[in-house]
């Protein structure tokens, strides 16, 4: 039987008044799990109006007392972490340990934002002339909106929300359609958690719902997580409307094997980094770069026999490596692209069409694939294809893999495996990508440091999490201030100055 799903608005559940409805899929078996609301404009405006309401005393709430909600959350979290992942797993299909691994994610971003007190600090400089001193304190921007993808259903919503509420302002989740569950639930662990009615709403649905948060008039920020063409409209029309906007998107992550790397590590990467997730990550890494025919040679030898073996499964099979899609629309889009692969005259390795499971005959799963000899100009290496495909792109020589890396318009992540250290010193130098791993494949930083890419990457110069997202969930106020105020210096008409 579906699970009737809701909006959370103003601490409560609702359906709402659109009337449109869409289902939830379980990836595995292709049932429909959950019937779930699509929010109207007049829905989101309902959650703008309830997080309105409750923003300013949230923000007049001393931030010692903010983080003592975020850290009573992050308890119930831990807590609830096999019942999270559940949910995780059964919409999104990723396998249990995969879901605690992105959910632990989301924690640590929690953690990071219990020093909120400490990370709100501002700046001082007394006597900077004439007795004046000169401060800064930071505010709350209002009621914010986070659109968030479906392959990280509670580490991208905790990414953006917990920061924006730590810093005093409301939010707004728009999950993915695909996977509503486990945002809904963190939205039921913040009332438990004691956070006030209207400071984390979710609004759910698809493109009319974010419309309406970049276009209603009390909403002046928008952070998004998503596909690069999603990301660009959001960026250009939210901006367009004078909001503050971050738009973290897709991506083709390049991993650089020199002819010095250790191989069993390698191998190991790749398989790890290509597949975990069914290759459903924005840093799975895609393409990988031996450089030197001896070294492509030993690599594809020994990523075959690795590649063919890997086990699929349902997201509660603890024997799966990797699960299904989230669609049966990604199983064909990813199922042509290994089409064109082939028509493009790229080497197919392993082909995982056409993989079917026993008792699972209509679950999205597509097994591994790998390709060799593909070359820059065919789609599969131009494409984002997300799904568990690795492309195996020869290179003569080191600059020519810097060259490939930095002539791909995308530039989230990439990671080189050397024992060299004066080549890992040129490749961080030269590459022109936001995160890079040196002998680490997936080099997503930890939530003290930022997140985020370059080029058609990510839109917006603020990263993810880390100091810089409070710079994204606040405005600053600089003051300057005499005391005592009695010193006369009579009408002065010229520019002051400190001289
Ligand atoms: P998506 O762009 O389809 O959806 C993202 C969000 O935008 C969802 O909430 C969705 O409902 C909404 N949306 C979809 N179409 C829309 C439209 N036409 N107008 C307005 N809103 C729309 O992305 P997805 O398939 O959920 O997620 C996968 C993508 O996200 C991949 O491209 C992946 O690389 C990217 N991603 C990027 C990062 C990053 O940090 N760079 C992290 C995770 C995922």
């Known amino acids: 039987m579906a699970e009737t799903l809701y909006h959370f608005i103003n601490g409560e559940r609702t359906a709402g008044d659109s009337g449109r409805f869409g289902d939830v899929f379980n990836p595995a078996t292709g049932e429909v799990s959950g019937n779930l609301p699509y929010a109207s404009p007049a829905d989101v405006d309902q959650a703008v109006q309830s997080g309105l309401a409750a923003q300013p005393a949230w923000e007049a709430t001393a931030s010692p007392r903010r983080a003592a909600v975020i850290f009573k959350f992050r308890e119930l979290v831990i807590q609830n972490m096999d019942k999270i992942a559940e949910l995780v797993g059964r919409e999104h299909g990723k396998t249990i340990e995969d879901a605690k691994g992105s959910i632990q994610r989301g924690i640590d971003v929690t953690e990071f934002a219990c020093g909120i007190p400490h990370l709100l600090k501002g700046e001082l400089s007394t006597n900077v002339g004439g007795g004046i001193d000169t401060f800064s304190m930071r505010e709350a921007v209002g009621v914010v909106?986070?659109?968030?993808?479906?392959?990280?259903?509670v580490m991208i919503p905790c990414w953006m929300g917990v920061m924006a509420i730590a810093c005093g302002n409301a939010f707004i989740n728009k999950p993915s359609e695909r996977d509503p569950s486990a945002p809904l639930f963190l939205a039921e662990l913040w009332k438990e958690a004691g956070l006030p009615d209207g400071i984390w709403n979710v609004v759910n649905g698809d493109k009319d719902a974010v419309n309406a948060l970049i276009q209603h008039p009390d909403v002046p920020a928008i952070s998004f997580v998503?596909?690069?063409l999603v990301g660009e409209h959001v960026y250009q029309s939210g901006t367009a409307l004078n909001k503050?906007?971050?738009a973290f998107c897709g991506a083709k992550n390049h991993l650089i094997v020199m002819p010095d790397a250790d191989m069993d590590q390698t191998v190991d990467a790749l398989m790890g980094s290509g597949y975990g997730s069914a290759g459903e990550r924005c840093m799975a890494v895609s393409v990988a770069v031996p450089v030197?025919?001896?070294?492509?040679?030993?690599?594809?030898?020994?990523?075959?026999?690795?590649v063919r073996s890997l086990k699929i499964g349902p997201y509660n099979d603890p024997a799966a490596d990797m699960g299904p899609l989230i669609t049966a629309e990604a199983k064909k889009r990813v199922e042509g692209y290994i089409d064109q692969g082939v028509e493009a005259g790229a080497d197919l390795v392993v082909d995982g069409r056409g993989t079917a499971l026993q008792g699972y005959e209509n679950g999205n799963f597509v097994g591994g694939t790998l390709f060799d000899r593909v070359t820059t100009d065919m789609s599969i290496y131009k494409d984002e294809i997300f799904g568990p495909v690795l492309s195996v792109?020869?290179?003569?020589?080191?600059?020519?893999?810097?060259?490939?890396?930095?002539?791909?318009?995308?530039?989230?992540?990439?990671?080189?495996?050397?024992?060299?250290?004066?080549?890992?010193?040129?490749?961080?130098?030269?590459?022109?990508?936001?995160?890079?791993?040196v002998n680490v494949p997936i080099p997503v930083p930890m939530a003290f440091h930022h997140f985020g890419g370059s080029k058609r990457s990510k839109f917006g110069d603020t990263q993810m999490h880390g100091p810089q997202s409070i710079n994204f969930f606040t405005k600053m106020k600089t003051i300057s201030g005499r005391w005592p105020s009695g010193i006369r210096e009579g009408a002065q008409f010229t520019m002051p100055t400190n001289r």
């Open 145 to 153: 909106g986070g659109i968030t993808p479906f392959n990280f259903p």
């Open 226 to 228: 998503g596909s690069t």
């Open 244 to 246: 503050r906007v971050q």
């Open 292 to 306: 030197g025919k001896d070294t492509a040679d030993e690599l594809v030898k020994r990523l075959e026999p690795r």
């Open 393 to 437: 792109a020869r290179a003569n020589d080191f600059d020519a893999a810097v060259e490939m890396v930095n002539g791909h318009e995308y530039a989230n992540g990439v990671a080189i495996f050397t024992r060299d250290g004066d080549a890992a010193r040129a490749f961080t130098d030269q590459v022109d990508v936001g995160m890079i791993g």
